[in-house]
């Protein structure tokens, strides 16, 4: 393969492509729908609000009646009463409640004898500044009940999330502008770079270009292009909706890897419509099921399609560019997220060469 | 006005050793079809050479198997000394093709079309505007294709054909839609390129460029060979009464001064006699011999004209 070739080809086609308005329209549709969504949600605030669950009967009511005169106007708690431990640790699991303070009958007076017994508290993996805030506060809650300093033994438990609310994490205006950028690789892949080749197909440019360069390098600049587009066109969102990246080589990767895992079969549909007008039509409907498991990725949804949404380049991509917009993984499966890409990418391109093989070109 | 005629020997001043062409048994089977069946002929370099035939005779396809862009199903051949399987890409640096579609980039300009397929092929950047001059375009080239008409189209078609320099040029239905005036510029090219040692395989449905341009000529029917000669050979060749084969009398189309046109064979001592008396008179205009042209030739070869139409054209076929 030649790279003098590749790239002659390369630069006609981002110079050519631009100038067709599908293509453009392509573009600038899901940047233009991510700088909505980033106007019309506003910047997330730390939540001021933190929800409580006290576990236990006549200790814990007292406990549950004092935390809020602690809190004072610091923030809106809200305490909730829960007589079953395990009740209480599946509410903070499934990002009902914050924290969950167990209180076994008989604390108060074991803290009162100045015996310092151990205090269970349960945080979620969710819990805001402000609930974080409210487990600090507990054990000086109950020494002001019980007049100990220290009263209790703190035991802080971290629960795992039965499903994480990446929503809640990131906030309605981050996790739509993501699922924005999804959407731009998205339409690139699989409308915008086949639209290109379809349009050399239909026109028979591209027997020009075969008959002046290899095959194997045509293709090349093609699938270039849809990741050239790709990045610019997700640099140009991030850049018009200042999304903080926390971690940019972990976002760059989930970007490149879905693009690739995409870009295959984007020109296999090339050569499947042989039309660039034909493409531009109906290949939204294609679109639309590849687009969906990014919109469900960290949403409850049923265990078989978190299992599918998982399966797909768009899913797994949501996910890897959720993690890199976070200081910490909330996903984490990075591995399995490149498998994913790495499949979908080889079994595209394999596709797009039995394809090619079949049509003798 | 005189029209140039190709000489019957191509010049071969110039010329490389080794160039040309060279077909032998060459076929190609798609499915159930024979497009190609066994066809053999050598084109020597700097010779025009016409391939002739319906649509769907086989031209395109040996064409595409001549450039590399299909592999044939049996047989062989060469371009510019080059097997065009097994020495694909230094066959297809020696050659070009100008394509009977306008596939040009509409939305670039004439200079980025042309220079685009130089940097593709490794032509120095003074080569693009060389040919710009060449061809005729090199004020609208700064100009998107878009905005050509069909015979700067063609032209810059051409421009892109020749912008490596090649040692074999295939031109495929070169002046379809150009008007008169386009079409003798682009024939006078090919001469120029013929006389410079450029070989050139034509496929053409019109006779009468294929009779002024071509040393020799193949005709195609079904995906065979059923004639191939030098266009006067085979006009001769049908013209002849007695030539095996021969398919009409020697004749002449004479017209008088009362505007009656007459038709007199010229073997025929009766219609001699007739000739005779009317130039005696002086009332003859014009004297025009009848024989037979290309397409005549061609109709008696292949049993039907080559406008006759098909359900589906090669071209369909092969894509």
Not at chain 1, 67 to 96: G, I, N, S, W
Not at chain 2, 55 to 60: D, H, W
Not at chain 2, 217 to 222: D, N
């Amino acid at each position: 393969m030649s790279l003098a070739r590749i790239w002659a080809i390369l630069r006609k086609d981002l110079v050519d492509a631009i100038r067709d308005g599908r293509v453009l329209a392509i573009i600038i549709v899901p940047i233009a729908l991510g700088v909505l969504y980033s106007v019309i949600y506003p910047d997330e605030e730390p939540r001021p609000t933190a929800t409580v669950v006290v576990v236990g009967s006549a200790d814990a009511g007292r406990v549950a009646q004092q935390l809020p005169r602690d809190v004072r106007q610091a923030l809106d708690l809200t305490v909730k009463r829960q007589a079953d431990e395990r009740q209480a640790r599946k509410q903070v699991e499934d990002d009902d409640a914050d924290v969950a303070v167990v209180i076994p009958d008989g604390l108060l007076g074991e803290a009162r004898a100045g015996r310092a017994p151990p205090l269970r508290i349960l945080v979620g993996p969710q819990a805001s500044p402000a609930a974080r805030a409210v487990v600090e506060l507990v054990p000086g809650t109950i020494g002001r009940l019980t007049d100990r300093a220290p009263a209790v033994t703190a035991d802080v438990q971290a629960v795992q999330a039965t499903s994480p609310s990446v929503i809640d994490e990131l906030g309605l205006r981050r996790y739509f502008v993501l699922a924005a950028i999804v959407m731009v690789i998205g339409f690139i892949a699989l409308l915008a770079t086949p639209i290109v080749l379809a349009e050399e197909i239909e026109k028979r440019t591209i027997e020009a270009l075969l008959l002046a360069a290899r095959g194997s390098e045509v293709l090349t600049a093609k699938a270039l292009v849809g990741v050239v587009y790709s990045a610019v066109a997700t640099a140009i969102t991030l850049a018009l909706t200042r999304v903080p990246i926390e971690r940019p080589g972990l976002f760059v990767l989930g970007v490149l890897g879905t693009i690739v895992s995409l870009v295959g079969f984007g020109l296999v549909l090339a050569y499947l419509f042989r039309s660039a007008d034909k493409l531009n039509t109906w290949g939204w409907v294609l679109l639309m099921p590849i687009l969906v498991p990014a919109f469900i990725v960290g949403v409850p949804v049923p265990d078989w399609l978190d299992v599918v949404a998982q399966a797909t380049p768009t899913g797994q991509g949501m996910r890897t560019m959720v993690d890199g917009s976070l200081p910490a993984d909330v996903f984490g499966g990075l591995g399995v997220a490149l498998a994913v890409f790495a499949v979908w990418g080889v079994v595209g391109f394999l596709v797009l060469s039995r394809v090619l093989q079949r049509r003798g070109s | 006005m005189s029209v140039p005629r190709p000489a019957e020997s191509p010049p071969t001043a110039g010329a490389p050793p080794g160039a040309g062409v060279v077909v032998d048994d060459l076929s190609k089977r798609y499915g159930d079809v024979e497009a190609v069946r066994g066809i053999s002929f050598s084109v020597q370099a700097g010779e025009v050479f016409g391939l002739l035939g319906h649509n769907g005779a086989g031209k395109t396809t040996t064409i595409r198997m001549l450039t590399g862009r299909t592999p044939p199903s049996g047989g062989s051949a060469t371009v510019g000394g080059h097997d065009i399987v097994r020495e694909r890409d230094r066959a297809r640096a020696l050659l070009n093709l100008v394509f009977e579609d306008q596939n040009l980039y509409e939305r670039l300009s004439g200079r980025d079309n042309l220079a685009l397929f130089g940097e593709l092929y490794g032509a120095p950047k003074a080569r693009t505007d060389e040919l710009l001059e060449r061809v005729g375009i090199a004020s609208a080239a700064k100009r998107k294709v878009k905005t050509y008409s069909t015979g700067m189209k063609q032209r810059l078609l051409l421009a892109r054909g020749l912008i490596n320099d090649p040692q074999v040029l295939f031109l495929d239905e070169p002046t379809r839609g150009l008007d008169p005036v386009s079409a003798r510029n682009l024939r006078e090219i090919v001469r120029e390129l013929s006389a410079a040692g450029t070989t050139i395989v034509l496929t053409t449905h019109d006779m009468v460029e294929a009779d002024e341009l071509c040393h020799r000529v193949a005709f195609l029917s079904e995906g065979r060979i059923v004639a191939l000669d030098t266009p006067r050979e085979l006009k001769l060749r049908l013209g002849d009464g007695d030539a095996p084969g021969a398919t009409r009398p020697r004749r002449a189309r004479v017209l008088l001064d009362d505007r009656t046109e007459h038709v007199v064979a010229l073997d025929d001592p009766q219609d001699d006699e007739r000739l005779s008396g009317w130039l005696r008179e002086g009332r003859v205009l014009t004297v025009h011999s009848d024989e037979p042209s290309l397409a005549d030739v061609f109709v008696a070869l292949a049993g039907r004209s080559l406008d006759a139409d098909d359900t589906t054209t090669e071209t369909e076929a092969t894509r």
